[in-house]
């Protein structure tokens, strides 16, 4: 588990680094009183390491980050959004097991 891998986005920051970045983003957008938010975040946190050299992986809270969040019409937590240089690739809405990530993200880069 390395927390230190899954970037922290905001409002402020987002647009610059997604359409920057070469690699894919996948964005968990969630929100502080969100336990399924809470499952994901680990689930994140475990497969850092694992496509850390493929994909970058960060968190957008939806509360703190209204500009982002209505860009990309987020309107059910958690979302995970696959994003290439800024344009998105696929959308999953939902709690989703390890094994289900890892698949939404292998058929995704």
Request: net charge positive; hydrophobic share 45%; with cysteine.
């Amino acid at each position: 588990m390395n927390k230190n891998l899954v970037l922290h986005f905001s409002d402020k920051d987002f647009q610059i680094k997604s359409i920057e970045e070469i690699k894919p983003i996948l964005i968990d957008f969630w929100a502080v009183w969100c336990a399924p938010c809470k499952i994901i975040s680990s689930i994140l946190d475990e497969i850092a390491n694992q496509y850390a050299l493929k994909l970058i992986i960060g968190k957008l809270n939806i509360e703190s980050n209204p500009i982002t969040t209505a860009k990309y019409n987020i309107r059910s937590i958690p979302t995970l959004l696959l994003l290439k240089k800024g344009k998105k690739i696929d959308e999953y809405v939902g709690l989703l097991s390890k094994d289900q990530l890892q698949n939404f993200i292998d058929k995704n880069i």
